[in-house]
């Protein structure tokens, strides 16, 4: 069955980075996009960006633009986000979920997130 | 960018109520959305994808409907475990994804 382990809990002071990881198993993993969402407490769904676990190539929203780096390792089957230069705005549970791109097909399954906790 | 506004922020329903939540983007996205339910401390799970096809395993009493700029998901016979917050997810091709606020449906 198609699975989605995330790294544990992290807890960060404003300005350093963090790296949260997700392995993928029960699928191909160059198949489908790998997509990161975040939800801040008490606050709705953030899209954040996707790799192309084919081909390495990302798309991120622009909010997060320099300051996010999303890879993959296909030997492992892992994707990988990086989120840099952190605020205590950035304290929030985050996601990763392989969804087929095409809005037709049926393939979406989430990992169980990962909460990034921002305080000095 | 494309913006997605959801309506209502909050509902109260019954038990056996049908309920519709609505989805407005704010350029055509054909049928390039899906609604998602998410529980308290869990990960969002989709209910439909393409508007209107419903996920496997997911029941009956879940329905999508329309194209371009609306959209409206449809809760018949409201069930005690439909009580959740849901979301609406716009997926075109051109990045990027947006999500609409939501949508907390709690027990009258």
């Known amino acids: 069955q198609v699975q989605l382990v995330q790294s544990g809990t992290e807890v960060k002071k404003p300005g350093a980075s963090v790296k949260v990881s997700c392995k993928a198993s029960?699928?191909?993993?160059?198949?489908?996009?790998m997509h990161w969402v975040r939800q801040a407490p008490g606050q709705g769904l953030e899209w954040m960006g996707w790799?192309?676990?084919?081909?390495?190539?990302?798309s991120y929203a622009q909010k997060f633009q320099g300051r996010v780096t999303m890879t993959r390792d296909t030997s492992t089957s892992t994707a990988y986000l990086e989120l840099s230069r952190l605020r205590s705005d950035d304290t929030a549970v985050y996601y990763c979920?392989?969804?087929?791109?095409?809005?037709?097909?049926?393939?979406?399954?989430w990992g169980q997130g990962t909460l990034v906790s921002v305080s000095s | 960018d494309i913006q997605m506004t959801q309506s209502p922020s909050s509902l109260s329903a019954s038990v056996g109520d049908t309920v519709t939540i609505t989805c407005r983007a704010s350029?055509?996205?054909?049928?390039?959305l899906g609604w998602y339910q998410q529980q308290p401390g869990k990960a969002p799970k989709r209910l439909i994808y393409?508007?209107?096809t419903l996920q496997r395993g997911v029941p009956s009493r879940f329905s999508g409907s329309g194209a371009g700029t609306e959209f409206t998901l449809t809760i018949s016979s409201l069930q005690p475990e439909d009580f959740a917050t849901y979301y609406c997810?716009?997926?075109?091709?051109?990045?990027?994804?947006?999500f609409g606020q939501g949508t907390k449906v709690e027990i009258k």
């Open positions: 997810l716009q997926q075109t091709g051109y990045p990027p994804w947006t």
């Open positions: 393409g508007a209107s």
């Open positions: 790799i192309n676990p084919n081909s390495g190539g990302t």
């Open positions: 029960g699928y191909t993993f160059t198949g489908y996009y």
């Open positions: 979920a392989s969804i087929d791109n095409d809005s037709s097909i049926d393939f979406d399954y």
């Open positions: 350029q055509g996205i054909r049928k390039d």
